[in-house]
């Protein structure tokens, strides 16, 4: 059974950085690709970043380009979100989510296992 689990959300001022983290459990992580999403209050979950499994192909929304990155750990099977210099729009929830297969991918439909969230804040 697979199970994503993330940390490293909180509360933060403008243009400070968080590095969310999501541990997954269950076989074969090193060969699927894994994404971040998030959603802020009133509003539909967007993509944000996504990543293959060698970790050679990122996908990342043009809103954080530039300011945030997605990596991965095989051998922790773990996926990072670093966020820098954060703005008051980037508050949310953000989630990491799995795929069946190993190309990654924007739209949230192609993901079949999902974390419950972490909230991240950004407010002075």
């Known amino acids: 059974q697979v199970r994503l689990v993330e940390s490293g959300g909180g509360l933060v001022q403008p243009g400070e950085s968080l590095r969310l983290s999501c541990a997954v459990s269950?076989?074969?992580?090193?060969?699927?690709?894994a994404g971040w999403f998030r959603q802020a209050p009133g509003k539909e979950r967007e993509f944000v970043a996504s990543?293959?499994?060698?970790?050679?192909?990122?996908l990342a929304d043009d809103a954080v380009k530039g300011r945030f990155t997605i990596s991965r750990d095989n051998a922790k099977s773990t996926v990072y979100l670093q966020m820098n210099t954060l703005k008051p729009e980037d508050t949310a929830i953000y989630s990491c989510?799995?795929?069946?297969?190993?190309?990654?991918?924007?739209?949230?439909?192609?993901?079949?296992?999902w974390g419950q969230g972490a909230q991240v804040t950004v407010s002075s």
């Open positions: 989510a799995r795929r069946w297969y190993s190309d990654a991918s924007i739209m949230p439909g192609d993901y079949y296992s």
């Open positions: 269950g076989p074969h992580f090193s060969t699927f690709a």
């Open positions: 990543i293959n499994w060698r970790g050679d192909r990122i």
